[in-house]
DNA sequence: GCCGTTTTCGGCCCGACTGTTTTCAGTCG
């Protein structure tokens, strides 16, 4: 049998015998092959089951960590050994994070075993997975179970022991028979669990259903503001401190972790109103679980909030732990032992008498484990510990740092504000400088400038220059790059920018090497200064076009164009994975928030969230620079440090 | 399956909440 073929091939030939029909929606289709056990393309399956197509040159990071996680959660339903099943998360983790394609190193296995989580197991499993397209393990597992029981441990209160539990009892693996099972009373009848727990299930069923459980960084943002601001009015609370992914700045975010302390998270009478405040919380659909030290609620949003009282002399420990990651607190506790205490969320404790040593302050804990005080961004367990260990961390960059921004729109395109008013909003911001960049003739439904409206827009914009103190407005365009990766504006025109940003905006489809091909032909047109949105990629609803990053990185150095980090929450393109590659390849960021309205500015922060989990420091970011030296650099003269 | 100032075996981070229990397993973070 062929190693990753497609749904719809697969009924198309009809392979497999199954009963002929002219379309199946993939729901139906799924049904029809799953007792087939057919690996399937991801692109034919909804969810996150992973096959690599068999010689596929371009097996990519995040495809290898895929079957990684794959295989470590069947070998959870399988009861495996659970150290072996978090070796295997753990190679899936580092592999996703890393810079460099592993399967460029698969003839050279010294390299592979140096990656910290990789020995000699798991590079046998990434050669094999890049030589043959499969992975033993994992296929196994595949002919034991069900893929689509992956998608049953995304049910909030499902873990692997029960889904093997209804597999073993009923050979069910699937939602909608689980759901079937639970609305006809049958799953009472197994052990553990009850009509209480049929309820559950089927409440999270829908729940999982309705949305697909993770929120733009934005959103999460402003929720926790919100809710920030209901808790201040509680009285007897001191602190509030968002935690989580949103505190270490991640792209998109799961739940909401909120921590608070204060008198009357001390006092045992204090604490049942306390509860019973928080929860006034408007907008609040759902309370998950009610304890003495936790609350945690689901919102009309979909997103699930947790609040978590703590006493003071804790607060740090608590924020420490609860910012995560999950791997960077692992290597931290195993620091911690290793000197001789045990770290939990409530402080950092001797081993032999049990004395709390720090707990108050994050500071203070990191001070104690003989480390710099490690940023949120960057506890990614990426080699922070090491470098605070050594007091190698970088000094990275802040929004303070930014002398300007130059991609935005206005009222001439598809912007909602006119130059004067992005510049009075800029000055506000205490930028130095801004360009005017807005669309070129092929975006027809933005009312993009052909090559004589943009000649008109220059002049505008020099006009404004000169009417306006305070700030220097520099014209620019972000052009078009057609399919074949010419531009759709002349060079005599984009000779007379001070800034040209190009972008991919149509032809999402190519094949990636023809994607490929088409930037680095954009690159090459002596008029760029900027790859605007480079992947074009849209959070949680788009993917990034295929195309070969490493070339397109290596001709952008070589022509010394710069990379945009788009802050724009449903962009944060490129990624940190993508930035920090950049950044150890010598090229540099511009961020920019491709604003069409003034109130957009204001997006830049999460550009800089991302910039900063990159490790990017001032250095990197050309819109740091004073205006001379950017306007240099926009002309392909980088600065030289 | 990884890793080593406990180095080729024997460890591997820690606690809260829930529900079905009567002392705890499963799940989650």
């Not at 049904?31 to 690996?39: A, L, T």
């Not at 034919?44 to 794959?70: M, Q, R, W």
């Not at 408007?282 to 679980?289: D, F, H, K, N, R």
């Not at 790859?531 to 070969?548: K, M, N, V």
Request: net charge neutral; proline share 4%; charged share 25%.
């Amino acid at each position: 049998m062929q190693a990753g073929i497609t749904i719809r091939k697969a009924l198309e030939t009809n392979a497999f015998g199954v009963p002929e029909g002219p379309h199946y929606p993939y729901k139906q289709a799924r049904q029809i092959m799953e007792p087939f056990r057919v690996p399937l393309n991801r692109s034919a399956y909804p969810f996150s089951h992973v096959t690599i197509p068999l010689g596929c040159s371009c097996v990519d990071n995040k495809a290898i960590a895929n079957v990684f996680y794959e295989t470590a959660d069947l070998m959870e339903i399988n009861g495996d050994d659970s150290f072996r099943i978090r070796s295997y998360r753990r190679a899936a983790e580092v592999i996703e994070g890393l810079p460099q394609q592993v399967s460029a190193l698969i003839d050279e296995p010294k390299k592979l075993l140096e990656i910290p989580g990789i020995g000699k197991g798991m590079a046998a499993n990434i050669q094999e997975l890049c030589r043959s397209g499969k992975l033993g393990p994992h296929q196994d597992l595949l002919l034991k179970y069900r893929p689509s029981m992956l998608e049953l441990l995304k049910i909030q209160g499902l873990g692997p022991k029960t889904i093997a539990l209804l597999w073993s009892a009923f050979q069910v693996s699937d939602l909608a028979s689980v759901e079937k099972l639970a609305r006809e009373g049958k799953l009472r009848e197994l052990p553990r669990l009850s009509e209480k727990s049929e309820q559950k299930i089927l409440k999270a069923i829908e729940g999982y259903r309705r949305i697909s459980g993770r929120f733009l960084l934005d959103e999460a943002d402003r929720t926790a503001q919100k809710l920030t601001e209901h808790l201040r009015h509680i009285k007897g609370i001191e602190k509030i401190t968002p935690a989580g992914s949103l505190r270490r700045g991640r792209e998109t975010v799961g739940d909401l972790d909120v921590l608070i302390t204060g008198p009357c998270c001390v006092d045992d009478e204090q604490r049942a109103g306390l509860i019973e405040e928080i929860l006034r919380f408007p907008g609040i659909v759902e309370v998950l679980a009610k304890g003495d030290n936790k609350v945690s609620f689901k919102l009309r949003s979909g997103m699930q909030v947790d609040v978590r009282t703590l006493p003071p002399e804790s607060y740090g420990a608590a924020m420490q732990y609860f910012t995560g990651s999950k791997n960077h607190n692992v290597s931290l506790r195993q620091r911690a032992l290793k000197m001789g205490f045990t770290l939990s969320e409530y402080g950092l404790f001797r081993l032999d008498n049990n004395k709390r040593v720090a707990g108050a302050s994050e500071d203070e804990i990191y001070g104690k484990l003989k480390l710099d005080c490690i940023p949120p961004e960057l506890r990614e367990n990426c080699g922070e510990i090491e470098a605070a260990a050594e007091h190698k961390l970088p000094h990275l960059i802040t929004l303070k740092d930014l002398r300007g921004e130059v991609h935005m729109h206005t009222v001439e395109t598809d912007g909602k504000c006119t130059i004067d008013e992005m510049a009075a909003a800029a000055i506000e911001r205490g930028y130095q400088y801004i360009a005017i960049t807005d669309h070129s003739k092929n975006l027809a439904f933005a009312n993009g400038l052909d090559d004589k409206r943009a000649v008109q827009h220059i002049a505008r914009i020099h006009a404004a220059n000169q009417q306006t103190d305070g700030i220097t407005i520099m014209a620019g365009i972000e052009v078009d790059i057609l399919a074949d990766g010419e531009l759709d504006l002349s060079d005599s025109v984009l000779e007379q920018m001070d800034v040209v940003v190009a972008s991919v905006h149509s032809a999402f489809n190519q094949e990636a090497q023809q994607m490929t091909d088409r930037l680095l032909r954009a690159l090459s047109n002596k008029n760029v200064s900027i790859l605007g949105h480079p992947t074009g990629r849209l959070l949680l609803r788009r993917d990034a076009y295929p195309f070969d990053m490493d070339a397109v990185l290596k001709t952008a150095l070589k022509n010394k164009v710069a990379m945009e980090l788009n802050a724009y929450p449903d962009r944060l393109d490129l990624n940190d994975v993508h930035l920090r590659m950049a950044r150890e390849r010598g090229v540099k960021i511009v961020i920019n928030t491709d604003a069409h309205h003034t109130s957009h500015f204001e997006k830049i922060k999460y550009g800089i969230l991302q910039a900063r989990r990159a490790w990017l420091t001032p250095k990197d970011v050309l819109n740091t620079l004073p205006e001379k030296e950017f306007r240099q650099a926009m002309k392909h003269r980088w600065p030289t440090s």
